[in-house]
């Protein structure tokens, strides 16, 4: 005979589906931060984003990984250059044009980085 148990409902802390969703919690709507966030929920705010999300991941303020990303360094990279807030998409744009001498070195070495991962993984 099979069980016919109920499916679990799988379910995630808000602070994981803050990351899922390239998103910094705190940002996030107080409903949000404090309900936890089932699997379903979590698929339907990915394919259709409420508004509050929508403007999140458009104008920040943004988590380190996707600061890192939107300038072309490592996290580490961010750190080493002081960075260590979060910051929003004008403050990111405000730094690309600018163009300091530590987001070039940190650019450069990001590259170097990748021409080595990508030289180890065609051995």
């Known amino acids: 005979m099979t069980s016919s148990k109920p499916k679990t409902v799988q379910t995630m802390k808000p602070e994981t589906a803050a990351k899922k969703l390239d998103v910094l919690l705190s940002a996030t709507p107080a409903e949000f931060q404090e309900g936890v966030v089932s699997r379903d929920e979590l698929n339907a705010l990915q394919s259709s984003p409420p508004a509050w999300l929508v403007d999140l991941r458009r104008n920040g303020p943004h988590p380190k990984q996707v600061v890192a990303a939107k300038l072309g360094v490592s996290i580490s990279g961010l750190i080493r250059s002081g ?39 065609q051995r």
């Open 83 to 121: 960075i260590t807030e979060p910051l929003t998409t004008a403050e990111i744009e405000a730094l690309k044009a600018e163009n300091p001498a530590w987001l070039e070195h940190e650019r450069a070495v990001q590259r170097e980085a990748r021409k080595e991962a990508l030289r180890l993984k």
